[in-house]
């Protein structure tokens, strides 16, 4: 009798706050927790384990979500070498922009998991931005030298923010609206930065990590079974 095939996960951590944007992380969330749903239990697959992040217990999304959190902040900046996959959401900069100018931990949390030990081939560390989640990668310091995206009234404003927050005086960070941006390497090649455009523009990006994570017949398989017409990143 053969034995079960090993599955891997990828766990993500999906950092919310007061106010964070819903479809920004439970459009995501849905498209990374149907890979372990529709996966063939015959087959070895990397799934991805999810779990909620903030600095309280209980959030207010957008004034109109309550969630319960799975893990506090500080308990997480703790154990974030567990993370191969940490997701920002966006919200209205009135929100974001006190997160970024109090340097608070939901800044610093992305600062520690950019400065990791670079992680081995099988298990990539990726920080994913959705919207204004983007804010705090540049106020984080680490989108020098990178090509990024936002929401598309915000571009300029995350140009400001990398100009003040990231060593730009040999680099400068490139801001382009798209729907999403696979922009590499961070400097120092320990950790791999996706960000989105505006809201819906977070499946897109979903779709991308499956496509690259799991399997490109995984990702093309989920995008039937949610009805979403999403297309391939052009390399």
Not at 47 to 70: H, W
Not at 192 to 200: E, F, K, L, N, Q
Request: charged share 25%; hydrophobic share 40%.
């Amino acid at each position: 009798m053969s034995s079960s095939p090993e599955h891997q996960y990828y766990k993500v951590g999906v950092l919310l706050f007061e106010k964070a944007d819903i479809l920004d992380f439970t459009g995501p969330m849905e498209v990374l927790s149907h890979v372990s749903h529709n996966r063939n239990p015959d087959e070895p697959v990397r799934m991805f384990k999810i779990e909620t992040i903030a600095r309280s217990s209980i959030i207010r999304a957008a004034s109109a979500l309550t969630v319960k959190v799975d893990t506090l902040l500080e308990d997480a900046v703790d154990r974030i070498a567990d993370f191969d996959i940490l997701l920002i959401p966006g919200a209205p900069p009135s929100v974001v922009q006190p997160l970024i100018e109090n340097n608070t931990l939901e800044v610093d949390i992305i600062r520690k998991f950019t400065q990791l030990p670079p992680p081995n081939s099988e298990r990539p560390r990726i920080v994913f931005s959705i919207c204004t989640g983007a804010f705090l990668l540049g106020a984080a310091g680490i989108l020098a030298g990178m090509t990024v995206t936002t929401h598309h009234r915000a571009v300029d404003a995350l140009r400001d923010i990398c100009a003040r927050f990231n060593d730009e005086s040999k680099l400068q960070t490139t801001v382009e609206h798209k729907r999403c941006i696979d922009g590499g390497h961070a400097m120092g090649g320990a950790v791999r930065v996706v960000t989105a455009g505006g809201i819906s523009s977070g499946l897109d990006a979903s779709f991308h990590l499956v496509h690259e994570l799991a399997s490109p017949d995984m990702a093309a398989f989920v995008s039937r079974v949610m009805e979403y017409d999403w297309t391939e990143l052009e390399k």
